[in-house]
């Protein structure tokens, strides 16, 4: 069975602030694909990264970047000096074989 | 990309009627169309798998009779919430897989509000 672990449910910084969401997964699979998306309050889902299971190497977009390790079944996701248009929920999901499975995300909200 | 439409965004409609909500693939064909129910400060729950021509998977727990899924053809999958009830408002999600995709990935439409009065 798959499964994806958010733990963080509700995460609050100030503007300028580097937060990372945590993400842990479960799977039988050997090869497998892991996302993360973004759920702005409009509530479509907005696709940020998609990594495969042989793929470990760690991703930096702007001020976005993905560390992901096998041996701790993570992958986790930092934004670098926040700012007030990421707050959103943040999804964590996994596929490895016809479906997806989502965490529970974790809202993020970002004061000024 | 591929770009996934829904239609409507958004319905209210009267308990004990039936709402169709469309998911459309735009620029591509997609073989498997997915569709998910999202409540209130939840997490996408995956309601039921529908490959082109042929019956839809549900999961475990998702009335068939209630939600009827028609994936007609490769650009085109319904969702008809039948005798809605209160408690089948939600926000619903459909996305599509391309083709001959090897990354599993799946392309999420914008959503469809339910409000069922």
């Known amino acids: 069975a798959q499964k994806v672990t958010q733990a963080q449910t509700e995460i609050s910084v100030v503007e300028k602030e580097d937060v990372t969401l945590d993400c842990v997964y479960e799977?039988?699979?050997?090869?497998?694909?892991l996302f993360w998306y973004k759920q702005p309050p409009s509530g479509e889902l907005v696709f940020l990264i998609r990594?495969?299971?042989?793929?470990?190497q760690n991703e930096i977009s702007g001020r976005y970047s993905w560390n992901f390790q096998k041996s701790t079944s993570s992958f986790n996701f930092t934004i670098t000096a926040s700012q007030v248009v990421d707050s959103a929920v943040y999804f964590c999901?996994?596929?490895?074989?016809?479906?997806?499975?989502f965490g529970a995300g974790t809202r993020l909200t970002v004061k000024p | 990309g591929a770009v996934v439409s829904q239609h409507p965004s958004w319905v209210i409609c009267k308990s004990g009627t039936s709402v169709k909500i469309e998911c459309r693939s735009l620029d591509f064909q997609a073989t498997t169309m997915f569709w998910y129910r999202q409540f209130p400060k939840q997490s996408l729950m995956l309601m039921a798998t529908?490959?082109?021509?042929?019956?839809?998977?549900?999961e475990q727990g998702v009335e068939k009779d209630k939600f009827l899924i028609n994936h007609a053809s490769l650009t085109l999958s319904t969702l008809t919430v039948t005798s809605a009830h209160p408690e089948d408002s939600s926000f619903y999600i459909c996305?599509?897989?391309?083709?001959?995709?090897?990354?599993?990935?799946?392309?999420f439409g914008p959503g469809t509000r339910l409000t069922v009065l």
């Open positions: 529908s490959n082109e021509g042929s019956k839809a998977t549900y």
């Open positions: 996305s599509a897989r391309l083709r001959g995709d090897r990354y599993n990935e799946q392309f």
């Open positions: 799977t039988r699979d050997t090869t497998y694909y």
């Open positions: 999901a996994l596929s490895g074989g016809n479906d997806m499975r």
């Open positions: 990594r495969n299971s042989f793929d470990e």
